[in-house]
Structure formats: structure tokens, C-alpha cells
């Protein structure tokens, strides 16, 4: 398949105002054959640069299969997927399955960047993650839930740290995490 003229796009939806595309992402978007978005967590305005032609698919009611086999065919067919994900691909975009399943398939793919949540709320909060001689470090992780997270990763070891904590996914939780963060001492 190697021979195909297809691509996908990996593209980073940031976190919900289509203003806060990149231009990259709103280019890509725009010029797609096809745009499978996350609409469980990406906003319907950020789909509206989609060309009237474009196929576009909603990817909360699909399996990970069936997304595959919609990629696959349109690539086949030497057209161009926007796979659009919320906030930015490489922070729990969910993608390394799929990009191994095009790399198997010798398919060509890029992954475009995006404003990642925790810069956005960051923003609104008129807030800086890196403040000197208080944290210059940041991390980011999520809570456990129904995904373990791997030892030395618990709230209570990161909060030891002292510095800034980026917690996503984990809303639900919350009353739990500021409890667990508040024994590890974290202020």
C-alpha cells in the first residue's frame, strides 16, 4: 500500500474554540478529503472549516476498528483524513494504536500540534504554570481510574514534588484528588 497517494493528519483540535486552532490545523481541516473528529470532546465549530465535500465522520458512536477501516479505505483511495483529536495529540490523544496500524499498512501520516488544555485554562485563569522560587517544573498526569497509573506515578508521589500540577481527565474525581493532594501535604 506504500503506493497509495493518501495521507492522515493528526490534528491536534486544541481545546474547543476554533480560534485557538492552529493555522496548520485549520488549513489541514479545510483542505481534507475526509475529517473524523473526536465529537465527544472536540466542538462541532472546530468541524465547520470542513470543505462542503468532505466526508465527516463523528468518532464517539465508532470502535477503533471501524475508524481504521474509514482511514484506510479513504487513503486508498488517495484522499486526504483529518483525524481530529482534542486538545494536542501527544498529551493522552489516544493515537499510538493508530499510527501503528498505518505504519503496518505503510501509510504516510503527520501529526499536527495543538494549544493543549492546560495552556488554555491557564489563560483563562490568568494564571503562569512557572512562577520563580516557587515551581519551575510542571507535570502533567491524571488521576487512576479506569486506567492504572504505573508505580512512583500516584498523586501523593507527584504532589511530594511541590511543583505545578496539570491534572486532566479527572473531574469526576476531583473531591478525591484535592483530598489525596492535601494529605501528600501539597498546599
Known amino acids: 500500500m506504500t503506493d497509495n497517494k493518501g495521507k492522515v493528519y493528526f490534528v491536534g483540535g486544541g481545546p474547543g474554540d476554533p ?17 473524523i473528529y473526536a465529537d465527544s470532546l472536540v466542538p462541532p465549530s472546530v468541524v ?6 468532505a466526508e465527516v465522520h463523528g468518532s464517539k458512536t465508532l470502535t477503533l476498528p471501524e475508524i481504521m477501516d474509514l482511514t484506510l479505505q479513504a487513503v486508498r ?9 482534542s486538545g494536542d495529540p501527544a498529551i493522552y490523544g489516544a493515537i499510538l494504536e493508530q499510527m501503528r496500524a498505518l505504519e503496518k499498512e505503510g501509510v504516510e501520516y503527520e501529526i499536527i500540534p495543538g494549544v493543549s488544555s492546560a495552556f488554555a485554562a491557564a489563560a483563562v485563569l490568568k494564571a503562569e504554570l512557572t512562577v520563580p522560587d516557587v515551581s519551575q517544573t510542571v507535570i502533567m498526569t491524571r488521576a ?5 497509573l504505573p508505580p512512583g506515578e500516584q498523586l501523593r508521589d507527584l504532589a511530594a514534588h511541590g511543583c505545578s500540577l ?19 501535604g501539597y498546599p
Do not use: W
Open 144 to 148: 487512576e481510574g479506569r486506567i492504572p
Open 77 to 85: 483511495q488517495g484522499k486526504t483524513v483529518a483525524r481530529i483529536q
Open 19 to 35: 480560534e485557538l486552532l492552529t493555522l496548520k490545523a485549520k488549513r489541514i481541516i479545510e483542505s481534507a478529503d475526509m475529517v
Open 48 to 53: 465547520e472549516f470542513a470543505s462542503p465535500h
Open 166 to 184: 496539570v491534572i486532566f481527565l479527572s473531574i469526576t474525581r476531583m473531591t478525591r484528588i484535592v483530598r489525596e493532594l492535601r494529605a501528600a
